[in-house]
């Protein structure tokens, strides 16, 4: 069973910054594509930013030029940098990973969340 544990989460004031880190746990045949998802209160999960295990990236209009995201594949780690913060950045932050399993099989995973509030 593959897990993740997210961390870095905070208070912070607009216009700071923060670095969130989700670290996979388990021993899967391979950890594919790993990213970022962000849950407003009131609004629907959307997508902050991914990165596929060769390195492409993508990131949501709203976030361009503020957050960085990068992996570690030998300490099968993602993080997202985030810069520049705006009171809109504010939300639980969910770490996402597809991994293909020894048996085969190709999973979503899902962390429990890190709640980032950014003041005005």
């Known amino acids: 069973q593959v897990q993740l544990v997210e961390s870095g989460g905070g208070l912070v004031q607009a216009g700071g910054s923060l670095r969130l880190s989700c670290a996979a746990s388990g021993s899967p045949f391979s950890i594919n594509n790993m990213g970022w998802y962000r849950q407003a209160p009131g609004k629907q999960r959307e997508l902050v930013a991914i990165i596929t295990s060769g390195g492409s990236t993508n990131y949501a209009d709203s976030v361009k030029g503020r957050f960085t995201i990068s992996r570690d594949n030998a300490k099968n780690t993602v993080y997202l940098q985030m810069n520049s913060l705006k009171p809109e950045d504010t939300g639980v932050f969910y770490c996402?990973?597809?991994?293909?399993?020894?048996?085969?099989?190709?999973?979503?995973?899902w962390g429990q969340g890190t709640l980032v509030t950014v003041s005005s």
């Open positions: 996402y990973t597809t991994v293909t399993t020894r048996a085969y099989v190709n999973l979503e995973v």
